[in-house]
């Protein structure tokens, strides 16, 4: 009787350890996030920023998360010094005044027992908007090099420029601007 108690006993913290919540700390040398708009129509200008740190959370038991990313937008990469400094203007993102973009969820939607999309806030230049990111994948997995677990993902929204008071140039510059956000998170 004393040995089923215990096998039991064992047996629910078990499973109360699978349902905890898993933390997983954003890779910077593998999550690039960038955006792309339409330049004056005669082509899809690509961006990235260099530098961006977060957490992901999630329960798999519960179905629920978190994601929490901040990223320096003095790192943005057009390709061009030049742009970068423009683009860091006042016209845009205003890094004297801003220099970070965040994004904090509200909701981590699952498919199934799989990640699909994520609901929250973007703040980009003092103002902050409700955006969903869609995930057209996500991957939990043990990662072959740092022999730690992994998840990672490609997450997309769209986005108008006019709504956080970096309009200059519309409609000529692509008001719409699609965002897409490659990130790779280590487990804690």
């Known amino acids: 009787m004393k040995k089923l108690v215990t096998l039991m006993i064992a047996a629910s913290l078990s499973s109360v350890a699978y349902a905890a919540p898993e933390t997983y700390v954003i890779d910077n040398n593998h999550s690039m996030p960038r955006f792309e708009y339409s330049h004056l129509g005669y082509s899809v200008q690509l961006s990235r ?3 961006v740190s977060g957490k992901i959370t999630i329960d798999r038991a519960t179905k629920t998360g978190s994601v929490d990313v901040t990223i ?13 400094g423009h683009i860091q203007g006042e016209d845009f993102f205003d890094t004297a005044k801003y220099p970070t973009i965040t994004y904090k969820s509200s909701k981590v939607n699952f498919d199934g027992d ?11 230049k003092g103002v902050t908007k ?3 990111l869609t995930l057209n994948s996500f ?10 677990d992994a998840c990672g993902t490609t997450a997309t929204a769209k986005v ?3 709504d956080f008071n970096m309009g200059k140039y519309a409609p000529y510059v692509s008001d719409e601007v699609t965002l897409t956000i490659p990130v790779e998170a280590v487990k804690q």
């Open 114 to 124: 799989k990640v699909a999309s994520v609901e929250g806030s973007l703040t980009v």
């Open 49 to 51: 920023f260099d530098t």
């Open 139 to 148: 991957l939990c997995m043990p990662h072959p090099m740092l022999k730690k």
């Open 72 to 84: 320096d937008a003095k790192s943005v990469n057009t390709g061009s010094t030049l742009f970068n």
């Open 160 to 162: 108008k420029r006019t």
């Open 130 to 132: 409700p955006v969903t």
